[in-house]
């Protein structure tokens, strides 16, 4: 019985081993695929910081709208309308409305449609 067992044995390791030797090949095939996702992530995250410090730059350099009625910088845009005491308001020319989170007061400034708040 015992030379059985030994064969019993010598078959189950063999067998064990080739199931071990398959687990370790996924494993390493999983672990590069993941390296793969990790460095492609660091790439695009590298590239995003990129992005995100030239349009803080860009943002610095544009002209900061104050409320007309306090002086405070911290307005909200609530809308565009159309200024009937403006002769250009038939031509579509519109206005941009801020709200000031100071006094509540409404401030309007130029409005192009094609760039954007002016």
Known sequence: MALFDLLQRLITEHGSSEILKNHLELVRSECTRLQQALDEARQQ??????????LQ???????????????????????????????????????????????????RYPFDAYSGLS
Do not use: W
């Open 57 to 107: 730059q860009q943002l610095q350099v544009l002209p900061r709208r104050t409320c007309h009625h306090c002086g405070s910088t911290d307005i909200t845009h609530c809308g565009n309308i159309k200024d009937d005491a403006d002769p250009f308001s038939v031509l579509g020319q519109m206005q941009a409305r801020f709200t000031c989170t100071q006094c509540g007061q409404e401030s």
């Open 45 to 54: 995250n590298q590239s995003q910081a990129e992005q995100i410090r030239l």
